[in-house]
Nanobody, 117 residues
Framework: VQLQASGGGLVQTGGSLTLSCAAS????????MNWFRQAPGKEREFVGA????????YYSDSVKGRFAISRNTAKNTVTLQMNSLKAEDTAVYYC???????????RGQGTQVTVSS
């Protein structure tokens, strides 16, 4: 599967941004589509995930209540809605397919999100 994230940009603190991940190839109901982010000089961080078949979502504590993940099974896309953005949300965000939340077996190119204070 090939994955491509898009929708990044520059936003002010407290603002919102919507990222999209387009997948070409099969996504099975057992798969989990994950969002990760990585800031300069920091380790990769799990942001959240959605199980393709059930739509169950999982979030890291750092984004819970602010971010929301959804999927469109007809279009093979995953959306990350980010609200109440903080400066510490600045990072390259990318999506990845795995078999469980936090697992990255196939990842795509990321998109830069910059939150200015």
């Amino acid at each position: 599967v090939q994955l491509q994230a898009s929708g990044g940009g520059l936003v002010q603190t407290g603002g919102s941004l919507t990222l999209s991940c387009a997948a070409s190839g099969r996504i099975f109901s057992s798969h989990v589509m994950n969002w990760f982010r990585q800031a300069p000089g920091k380790e990769r961080e799990f942001v959240g995930a959605i199980r393709w078949g059930t739509g169950n979502t999982y979030y890291s504590d750092s984004v819970k209540g602010r971010f929301a993940i959804s999927r469109n099974t007809a279009k093979n896309t995953v959306t990350l809605q980010m609200n109440s953005l903080k400066a510490e949300d600045t990072a390259v965000y990318y999506c990845a397919r795995g078999n469980s939340p936090g697992e990255s077996r196939s990842r795509g190119q990321g998109t830069q999100v910059t939150v200015s204070s």
